[in-house]
Antibody, heavy 122, light 110 residues
């Protein structure tokens, strides 16, 4: 069974850092692009970042560019999101999701995790 | 303000057909395919439609998608109580070089 499990969320002060992880199982991780999507309280889904299957190509929303880094360890089947200089507006449930092939552009997100909650507050 | 525009709400009675629209522009829906997701709060979003009108296995054929120009639509026929959820459209935006989502439509089954 294809499964994605996020972890690493929590309460952090403004300006702080947090690293989210997404453990994948049930598929050949390195073959597929991975994406982070978030949902702030009472808001819709917002695309955050994506990475190609090899990890060589990364993409970021303007709202997080320069503050967030996406990476993956294909030997561990794990996706990461390093979040620095956090702001109150980064408070959200963060979901990781899998694409149908190596390319993170254009294609749908066919499997999602349950999400991990990040709260940025003093 | 989302790049893709959806109505905030829609409703119907059991058995009815409802449609949810998603309006974009020439840099997103006009040139790229559209995907639709169903989301119940507290759960993982679920892919309903990909590549404008394709259903993943397990999604019933009473759910369909279509696209014309820079707009797309999701249709649900034979409405059931379990269809009550939030629905989001999504595509790639070539100008922003990233994915964009609609603001979401809350579907209520009366």
């Amino acid at each position: 069974e294809v499964q994605l499990v996020e972890s690493g969320g929590g309460l952090v002060q403004p300006g702080g850092s947090l690293r989210l992880s997404c453990a994948a199982s049930g598929f050949t991780f390195s073959t597929y692009a991975m994406t982070w999507v978030r949902q702030a309280p009472g808001k819709g889904l917002e695309w955050v970042s994506a990475v190609s299957g090899s990890g060589g190509n990364t993409y970021f929303a303007d709202s997080v560019k320069g503050r967030f880094t996406i990476s993956r360890d294909n030997s561990k089947s794990t996706l990461y999101l390093q979040m620095n200089s956090l702001r109150a507006e980064d408070t959200a449930i963060y979901y990781c999701a899998k694409g149908p092939n190596w390319n993170p552009m254009y294609y749908a997100l066919d499997v999602w995790g349950q999400g991990t909650t990040v709260t940025v507050s003093s | 303000q989302s790049v893709l525009t959806q109505p905030p709400s829609a409703s119907g009675t059991p058995g009815q057909r409802v449609t949810i629209s998603c309006s974009g522009s020439s840099s997103n829906i006009g040139i790229n395919t559209v995907n639709w997701y169903q989301h119940l709060p507290g759960t993982a979003p679920k892919l309903l439609i990909y590549s404008d009108n394709q259903r993943p296995s397990g999604v019933p054929d009473r759910i369909s998608g279509s696209k014309s120009g820079s707009s797309a639509s999701l249709a649900i026929s034979g409405l059931r109580s379990e269809d009550e959820a939030d629905y989001f459209c999504e595509t790639w935006d070539d100008s922003l070089n990233g994915k964009v989502f609609g603001g979401g439509t809350k579907l209520t089954v009366l």
